[in-house]
């Protein structure tokens, strides 16, 4: 699988858009982008996934560059429920049941 | 439809004790996984099944066993508790097949720790 990279940690207001970035220059033609994030003491929960086009669903929007090397995701009206660690994955929408981990965004939500 | 549930969520044990953290999911899904997430790290895999009868080694296997007989359950052994094994443990499923709308599935996690 692919690896990404993203910042550290984000603040964002709360009300406001947050947009997580996600680089991904080695990506291939099969491999999806996939989101999750992990409220504190909690397990990972599923935001989003795409491979070309830009995805929306209830939580949040994914917008993928046309060359694909790169993603953001993007939470319309960020709450303070939304401060989690955000994780990017890349990976092969089928092959297997392995998801690759890296150190992800700790995004953080101030009033 | 309780998606994916373990037990226990918190455990102590002295080193050198043996324990199994459970693990089922009532989605009927083929694929499940063992994780664990040591702090401020991302997850990683220890154990995996494909289905019923199947398992496989992950990035992290060694201490641990895991057995697959029905497809709801994938329960994990720690054989001989080390310190280096505390850490918080997340069982994973998803379903089979290829394509979009693959998503995995994750336990709320089961805190162990070692003394």
């Known amino acids: 699988d692919a690896k990404t990279t993203q910042p550290t940690s984000m603040d964002c207001a709360e009300g406001r858009a947050a947009n997580l970035p996600c680089n991904h220059s080695?990506?291939?033609?099969?491999?999806?982008v996939y989101w999750y994030r992990q409220i504190h003491s909690q397990g990972p929960q599923y935001i989003i996934h795409g491979l070309k086009n830009n995805e929306t669903n209830e939580m949040a929007s994914l917008i993928i560059t046309e060359d694909r090397k790169s993603s953001t995701l993007i939470l319309p009206h960020a709450t303070l429920r939304d401060t989690a660690v955000y994780y990017c994955?890349?990976?092969?929408?089928?092959?297997?049941?392995?998801?690759?981990f890296g150190k992800g965004t700790l995004l953080t939500v101030n009033p | 439809n309780a998606g994916v549930t373990q037990t226990p969520k918190f455990q102590v044990l002295k080193t050198g004790q043996s324990m199994t953290l459970q693990c089922a999911q009532d989605m009927n899904h083929e694929y499940m996984s063992w994780y664990r997430q040591d702090p401020g790290m991302g997850l990683r895999l220890i154990h995996y099944s494909v289905g019923a009868g199947i398992t496989d080694q992950g990035e992290v296997p060694n201490g641990y066993n895991v057995s697959r007989s029905t497809t709801e359950d994938f329960p994990l052994r720690l054989l001989s508790a080390a310190p280096s094994q505390t850490s918080v443990y997340f069982c994973a499923s998803r379903p089979p097949g290829t394509g979009f709308g693959n998503t995995i599935y994750f336990g709320e996690g089961s805190w162990l720790t070692v003394v």
């Open positions: 080695t990506i291939s033609g099969n491999e999806y």
């Open positions: 994955i890349v990976r092969d929408g089928g092959s297997n049941y392995k998801l690759t």
